[in-house]
T-cell receptor, first 114, second 114 residues
Framework: AQKITQTQPGMFVQEKEAVTLDCTYD???????LFWYKQPSSGEMIFLIYQGSYDQQNATEGRYSLNFQKARKSANLVISASQLGDSAMYFCAMREHRDDKIIFGKGTRLHILP | GAGVSQSPSNKVTEKGKDVELRCDPISGHTALYWYRQSLGQGLEFLIYFQGNSAPDKSGLPSDRFSAERTGGSVSTLTIQRTQQEDSAVYLC????????????FGPGTRLTVT
């Protein structure tokens, strides 16, 4: 069974608009962490944001925030005031405490339009 | 400080040959991961090392793939009798482990099997 699901293979968003990238996950481990990474066309993987399963508040890092809905097993990434440089592939990932390995979703390709 | 480095950056090999891919993690990082990324696809987990524990090899696609980590630092991923479907970018990442699970990725090795 797929542990990380990103249902949007591609998205087109107008510059300066906010964008939400969807991510749902599946785990029975009560302790886990959720990550978002950005991969521009250069290929490097850039860490964006982290949310722990026991964190009370949604994580925020600058223009990035993680909309964590634990009961729905949802960890959507919200990018406010999108910029042309946000065009990239975005990956959601999860680490379960019981085995510590980090598993990635298939990604969403985001295109920001001028 | 220095980030994660991988060598070679590009490798072209003939079908049936063996290849070795190297990863130098960030000094002091106890966790090391190998992933495979085929063109336009997500990251496929291959293997995970944590400290002196036995590695999690559950992602290795066949017995032609193996990896070792010497002295808790440098890791080598070996692919024997390469096949064309092995062509991909192989990414290595390291993490401090313990409380901080952010992964730091290397630039990857692009493997082409002809």
């Amino acid at each position: 069974a797929q542990k990380i699901t990103q249902t949007q293979p591609g998205m087109f968003v107008q510059e300066k608009e906010a964008v939400t990238l969807d991510c749902t996950y599946d785990t029975s481990d009560p302790s886990y962490g959720l990550f978002w990474y950005k991969q521009p066309s250069s290929g490097e993987m850039i860490f964006l944001i982290y949310q722990g399963s026991y964190d009370q508040q949604n994580a925020t890092e600058g223009r990035y925030s993680l909309n964590f809905q634990k009961a729905r097993k949802s960890a959507n990434l919200v990018i406010s005031a999108s910029q042309l440089g946000d065009s990239a592939m975005y990956f959601c990932a999860m680490r379960e405490h019981r085995d510590d390995k980090i598993i990635f979703g298939k990604g969403t390709r985001l295109h920001i339009l001028p | 400080g220095a980030g994660v480095s991988q060598s070679p950056s590009n490798k072209v090999t003939e079908k049936g040959k063996d290849v070795e891919l190297r990863c130098d993690p960030i000094s002091g990082h106890t966790a090391l991961y190998w992933y495979r990324q085929s063109l336009g696809q997500g990251l496929e987990f291959l293997i995970y090392f944590q400290g002196n524990s036995a590695p999690d090899k559950s992602g290795l696609p066949s017995d032609r793939f193996s990896a070792e980590r010497t002295g808790g630092s440098v890791s080598t991923l070996t692919i024997q009798r390469t096949q064309q479907e092995d062509s991909a970018v192989y990414l290595c990442a390291s993490s401090p482990g313990q409380a901080n699970y952010e992964q730091y990725f290397g630039p990857g090795t692009r493997l082409t099997v002809t």
